[in-house]
């Protein structure tokens, strides 16, 4: 070997040892990466799938020893949650080159569940293929997401089962109309709609009469402003619907604005119940009075038209003055009674009694010679009730004299009575608890709306003045009597479909 081969050599030698370093220096930053990497790594054997090598991040996720994955096939260790797919997909991986799993559940040695994200690749090293395996732990992305779902499972549960109506709408025009986004299910009912029906349309298309209830300005205020409102009870009239709704608007932080509403028709009809009530107590204490002292007077002036009477000649045309001023008086002694009944109902002379043959005799009896017919739906296993039966018996007057002068061309009657179970829900203005409830419904003109709230009123009356009708005090005594017996008197009617009262008495359930 000459000096030039030796200094080739030489040469040759350096290179080799710089490539020597290189290597090692490659290999060390290819170890930290490999060790220091936020994502387990392992590497496996591309023919047999057993592992060659493997991270200590992939060691700390999973709780094994380094010793206890080397030589090791995936499966065998047993961190696959499922073992046949672990195979499976190992097959698949020799022959893609690539798999893929976006949520893929470990099992760590103490048995807990990891949730990782699991890539893997085919690639070659020195003419031999290797398999590198990427885990990267999403279990705290996995909870959130599973935290996420389920606010937003109890969110739409709650929304769903509110009892009050919320519709979410969408400004569009610069507000100047609303659509819908959604809807709960309390709000299909009070608005009588369908979600799939509503969403995307407006306001203003669905609900004509919006603008007059002023919807239509507060969701534009509050999408405006971001400012709450709160709309007092208004009556909302579209030929479809008619309630009164009473709503709560704000924005929420997307823009979106939201309106939370309530039908409260039967609270405002209660509170005019309330009302009527309380005006119909302050008028019967004033009617009680002057009618006490109405009848003491009428007493002293048919007193004296008696004594007269005695004294002259009953053919004399004297006579026949002071019996007109008689019937007169007398007719008003019965208007003063009528007066006393309503102010203070009488004091009832209770007895227990069943309904049902009340009903039937009283109203046949009324009824009798007319050209109205009666239907009765009567339950045969009617609670007893503990009433005055007179009293009574003329508010069963009164109803079918009502309903037979509503039907001047005839018609007909009906009469159904029931045990009823009230509670607090019904929102009726009397206690929870057992009621025999009956009613009459005639097929009359029906009662206008304007005047539905009048009709209890003492000398209110639609009817022409007479002898025998327009005093006004029928369904007056009625509504004193009724209440005298703890009991609840209400009225349903529609312009020309006819009229039903019904009749709420305190039940003796239980007893026969």
């Known amino acids: 070997m000459n000096k030039d081969d030796i200094e080739k050599l030489r040469r040759h030698m350096q290179d080799l040892e710089g490539q020597l370093v290189a290597l090692k220096t490659s290999e060390k930053q290819y170890r930290r990466i490999f060790e220091t990497a936020r994502d387990g790594i392992i590497v496996l054997n591309y023919r047999t799938g057993r592992i060659m090598d493997v991270n200590t991040f992939l060691l700390f996720l999973l709780g094994f020893d380094r010793e206890e994955m080397l030589g090791k096939r995936i499966w065998d260790i047993g961190f696959g949650v ?18 893929r799993y976006d949520n893929l559940p ?21 003419a031999d293929k290797v398999i590198q395996c990427n885990v990267r732990d999403i279990s705290e992305r996995v909870a959130a997401q599973q935290a996420l779902a389920a606010s937003e499972t109890r969110c739409r549960e709650l929304f769903n089962n509110m009892t009050s109506g919320v519709a979410v709408y969408r400004a569009v025009d610069d507000g100047a109309d609303f659509v819908f986004v959604d809807m709960n299910r309390a709000g299909e009912r009070i608005s009588q709609v369908k979600v799939q029906e509503i969403v995307g349309r407006s306001i203003s298309e669905l609900f004509p009469s919006v603008p007059q209830l002023g919807l239509l300005d507060a969701l534009r205020d509050v999408w405006q402003t971001g400012e709450p409102r709160r709309l007092l009870p208004s ?19 997307a823009g979106e604005v939201v309106a939370i509403y309530d039908d409260v028709t039967d609270r405002k009809r209660l509170e005019e119940e309330i009302l009527n009530v309380r005006k119909l107590e302050s008028i019967a204490t004033l009617a009680g009075g002057i009618a006490h002292d109405f ?16 004294f002259i000649p009953p053919a004399s045309s004297m006579a026949a003055s002071l019996k007109r001023a008689e019937r007169a008086c007398n007719q008003a002694r019965d208007l003063a009674r009528q007066l006393i009944t309503f102010s203070r109902g009488g004091t009832p002379v209770r ?32 609670w007893p009730v503990e ?34 179970v009230v509670t607090v829900r019904d929102g009726l203005p009397i206690p929870a608890g057992n009621y025999v409830l009956w009613s009459v419904t005639d097929e009359g003109v029906g009662i206008p709306e304007d005047v539905m709230g009048k009709i209890f009123d003492p000398f209110f009356s639609t009817k022409e003045m007479g002898q025998q009708r327009g005093m006004g005090m029928g369904l007056a005594i009625c509504h004193s009597i009724i209440a005298k017996h703890d009991g609840y008197i209400q009225v349903r009617s529609s312009v020309g479909h006819g009229s039903t009262f019904t009749v709420y008495l305190p039940a003796l359930a239980g007893e026969t």
């Open 82 to 99: 499922d073992r046949e797919m672990s195979m499976r997909a190992f097959a698949v991986l020799k022959e893609t080159g690539y798999i």
């Open 106 to 126: 470990l099992r760590a040695k103490d048995g807990k569940r990891v949730d990782v994200e699991f890539v893997s690749n085919v690639y070659t090293v020195d």
């Open 235 to 253: 009556l909302y009239q579209d030929g479809r619907i008619t309630q009164w709704v009473e709503n709560f608007v704000f924005r929420l932080p």
């Open 295 to 310: 009848n003491n007077l009428l007493a002293v002036i048919l007193g004296n038209v008696s004594f007269v009477l005695e």
């Open 351 to 382: 007895k227990v009694l069943s309904l049902g043959d009340l009903l039937r005799d009283s109203v046949s009896f009324y009824l009798s010679g007319s050209d109205i017919a009666a239907e009765f739906h009567i339950a045969d296993d009617l």
């Open 387 to 420: 009433v005055d039966e007179d009293q009574i018996q003329q508010v069963i007057q009164n109803l079918t004299t009502n309903a037979k002068e509503a039907m001047p061309e005839g018609g007909r009657v009906t009469v159904a009575a029931e045990n009823a």
